[in-house]
């Protein structure tokens, strides 16, 4: 099975501070396309960054960023200026380079909470 | 920025009973999904629609569940006769395009098997 492992299940972080939530996936591919989505109390999924397996670049989206580290299949996420919006479940996924459809495999998600 | 849209929020409902979920993707979006999260548990894959039909679907999407796109703006996922294990939120999804492409998820329908 191709599973991802998010081994925290919460964080927390003070305001302003950066975090780095921690996950790491097993697969047997090359290639493939890895993400984090935010779910925040109204339990809508929202995409905060993807990473395409082949770049070597870290993606970066304003305060979020990942470090990628394909030999180790790891995938974190540090949010730098944390702010109190940012509190959330935050769930890393990955998904197939080929096939037909995006089919992601979710971790089991990282609650982070931000205090003042 | 565009919006998948689940109807209704919530849905209670009796064991045995056939329920209807519905979800109007993103007006130019190709590819559509349905996920559950049981509370608590992470997101699952049920299944995905391409061109009318299904694309994929994991162990979970058995013979009680099915999908349609019956005109060409809504996406349903029927469950069939309903058991308490199917009591979870249900995301819809959609996307332009196929692999690896962002994921545009609705807000979720609650289903509560009693």
């Known amino acids: 099975a191709q599973t991802v492992t998010q081994s925290q299940p919460e964080m927390s972080v003070q305001e302003a501070e950066t975090v780095t939530l921690s996950c790491t996936y097993d697969?047997?591919?090359?290639?493939?396309?890895l993400f984090w989505y935010k779910q925040p109390p109204s339990r809508q999924m929202i995409l905060v960054i993807r990473?395409?397996?082949?770049?070597?670049q870290n993606a970066t989206e304003n305060r979020f960023s990942v470090n990628f580290q394909k030999a180790a299949k790891s995938f974190s996420l540090k949010i730098s200026d944390s702010q109190l919006g940012d509190a959330a479940m935050y769930f890393c996924a990955r998904a197939p380079y080929t096939g037909t459809a995006s089919k992601l495999t979710f971790g089991t998600g990282t609650r982070l909470q931000v205090t003042l | 920025e565009p919006e998948v849209t689940q109807t209704p929020s919530h849905q209670v409902t009796q064991m045995g009973q056939e329920v209807i979920l519905r979800c109007v993707p993103i007006s130019n979006h190709l590819y559509f999904y349905w996920y559950r999260q049981i509370l608590g548990q992470k997101v699952e894959f049920l299944v995905s629609f391409y061109n009318n039909e299904i694309s994929e679907k994991s162990e979970i999407f058995d013979d009680q569940f099915s999908v349609e796109r019956p005109d060409g703006s809504n996406f349903t996922l029927k469950i069939r006769s309903t058991k308490l294990e199917d009591s979870a939120m249900y995301f819809c999804?959609?996307?332009?395009?196929?692999?690896?492409?962002?994921?545009?998820f609705g807000s979720g329908t609650q289903l509560s098997v009693l």
């Open positions: 999804a959609s996307s332009e395009w196929s692999t690896g492409e962002k994921l545009f």
């Open positions: 990473q395409e397996a082949y770049k070597q």
């Open positions: 697969t047997s591919e090359s290639d493939y396309y």
